[in-house]
């Protein structure tokens, strides 16, 4: 289990940035990390560049790992990628980008991986690049040119569905949405089965008390995770009679909750039990004495976060 403590903390994503834009990234990248950029092309738009950097120095001028550079014709959008190192761009390489549109919002999805980043507009797969330099010196993200941006979110890739989908399914950030305030809860009519991910995505509040989130059927709420600001602790729970199960404690190096700080929590459905992960670290799996997935119908998430992304 990767218990790195730089590895559970997630940066708080960034929200209407002005351009050009530049910041570092936390922790590098490293394989399983994304970062979302939800944005516009303008409706005048010659070019605009995503640079994935080895810091930010001008003179010289850092290394861009990868150049992610749309340019528009009257008549298409061609996508060029490239690499700077040492103040010289190496070989050219061109994409089709019909996605990427003048005046037309985008959801950019860029997933680092070994060997190479892949990048998804809008949902569907648009390119994948080979890491020309090691992924790890990456620690700056630079936006500049013709758009305008409305978050960029630094997230992990879910670490239990790789063989289920290539990309994770990346809904954009609703960020203040009022229709997320909590208490938030979905109901599932079908019950949920093996596989079922649950994803939640949010910022803790200003004076949070504690964080709970259920799995519920009609007479059983098999999970329960309570993140707990006074105890500065994290539990699992279940109910499968009269009395809540004494709660286990969820060991992790501090507590991951911070107030203002952003968090995402993955929790996988087994026959037997929940896998839970937070920041894209896994801490567990967690069983009730029986478990009948069919039987859960309904997520609820309560206290004190604001959700930017619900996705079950
Ligand atoms: C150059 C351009 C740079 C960069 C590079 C990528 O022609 O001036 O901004 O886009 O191509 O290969």
Known sequence: MNMDPLSLLLQPPVH?????????????????????????????????????????????????????????????????CNTLHMEQWLHEVHHPGPQLRKGQPFL????????????????????????????????????????????????????????ITEYPVCQPLKLGNVAMTTPLSKTLPNGISEGHMTTVRGLASANPDEIVILLKSADFIPFKLTASFRDQTLLYSYLMGPRWAEPQEIQTPFFLFHAERFVQIHIFSETNGFRLAINGVPLGVFCPPVLDLKSINEIQINGSIKIYSFIC
């Open 16 to 80: 209407y940035p002005v351009v050009p834009y530049m910041c570092t990234i936390f922790g590098g990248l490293r394989p399983g990390k994304m970062v979302l950029v939800q944005g516009r092309v303008s409706g005048t738009a010659n070019r605009f560049q995503i640079d994935l950097q080895v810091g930010c120095s001008t003179r010289p001028r850092a290394d861009v790992a990868f150049h992610f550079n749309p340019r528009f014709s009257s008549s298409e959008t061609s996508v060029v």
């Open 108 to 163: 950019l999805l860029f997933l680092f991986l070994e060997d190479k980043i892949k990048v998804s507009i809008n949902g569907q797969h648009l390119l994948d690049y080979p890491n020309r330099l090691p992924l790890c010196d990456v620690d700056t993200i630079g936006i500049h040119g013709d758009i305008s941006v409305q978050g960029i979110s630094f997230l992990c890739r879910n670490p239990f569905s790789d063989s």
